[in-house]
């Protein structure tokens, strides 16, 4: 069985000198595919290392919303940048956020940022990978505004309602789903992706967020490096530093909820409880499902410059 996880975060400073140990787990599971998508500028250069360092990763840059505020007077030029030097990489993460982190943003910048990214991706035929939290209404004014996308769009850990899946896919988007889909009631959820036509599904992890909460038993969790964040505020790293943590305490996987604390980070190979838990929703088998969103994130991250290369 092969995996494509449409959308996590191995650059995280949180687990950037695990990411090798984590890559490999994942990879001796069946994910053969990581889009890792930077969210400011200050990572996308972590996000690039790591793509020439694994063939695995895609890349993705972009200006999440939850830091517009801080961006430097040359970011969208900085971007443009990025992806004209690196051909394989899409866009993103970009998108809105009205959620208890996001309103103390300010929405309007949030909407300009948006608005230059997603332009930035259709003039470039790439798919762009959009967060979006408590805004789906405004996200769709300015995806009707900007699209259609045909190139598509990815709509991560996707949690809007079963009514609006029609009109998102309309204009190009794809679903994707992570462990965040199991904070939803089941039968909201269940209503919601029997919407989704079947070949706009994904499967990703957001790793390091996003910790499913369903098969505990069978889970990895990764410690957060807490230390590591701070050293690597405003320096440079290059991947081959990145191998020097000690694969003993990378990754673990833990019997019971009890020893679940606060720092347990979700990890890449957790893609398997998701296949599990939308399966299970969708009641088709795991083996199909697995196969059905792997053709659907080949076919997405075929554009021109991509690793990936359609069957
Ligand atoms: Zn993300």
């Not at 961006?71 to 394989?88: A, G, M, Q, V």
């Not at 009205?98 to 300009?112: A, C, L, P, Y």
């Amino acid at each position: 069985m092969k995996l494509f996880d449409a959308h996590c975060h191995l650059q995280d400073p949180r687990i950037l000198s695990k990411a090798p140990t984590l890559i490999k787990t994942a990879q001796d599971s069946g994910v053969v595919r990581f889009a890792v998508n930077g969210i400011h500028e200050q990572d996308w250069h972590l996000v690039k290392d790591m793509a020439q360092a694994y063939p695995s990763v895609i890349p993705s840059f972009g200006l999440h919303p939850w830091y517009v505020a801080e961006r430097s007077p040359n970011w969208f030029k900085t971007l443009r940048e990025y992806l004209d030097s690196t051909p394989s990489a899409a866009v993103g993460e970009i998108g809105l956020d009205k959620g208890s982190h996001g309103r103390n943003i300010d929405f309007s910048e949030q909407v300009d940022v948006l608005q230059q990214q997603l332009e930035l991706a259709k003039g470039l035929h790439k798919p762009a990978s959009i967060h979006c939290v408590r805004a789906f209404g405004d996200l769709l004014e300015l995806m009707k505004s900007v699209g259609p996308f045909p190139a598509g769009v990815i709509l991560h850990s996707f949690l809007g309602s079963a009514e609006m899946v029609p009109e998102f896919s309309k204009l190009g988007a794809y679903f994707s789903f992570s462990g965040f889909l199991m904070s939803l009631k089941a039968n909201k959820a269940k209503k919601m992706l029997k919407m989704v036509p079947s070949d706009r599904i994904l499967l990703e992890t957001d790793a390091p967020d996003a910790l499913p909460t369903s098969n505990l038993d069978s889970l990895f969790f990764v410690e957060g490096d807490t230390s590591l964040a701070q050293e690597l505020h405003g320096q440079r790293t290059t991947s081959s530093s990145t191998s020097a943590s000690s694969p003993s305490n990378s990754s673990r996987v833990v019997t019971g909820a009890s020893k679940l604390s606060k720092e347990t980070l979700n990890h890449p190979a957790n893609i398997h409880s998701v296949l599990d838990y939308v399966a299970s929703m969708l009641e088709i088998t795991k083996e199909e499902l697995a196969e059905l969103s792997y053709q659907n994130a080949v076919h997405l991250f075929s554009y021109e410059g991509s690793k990936v290369h359609q069957q």
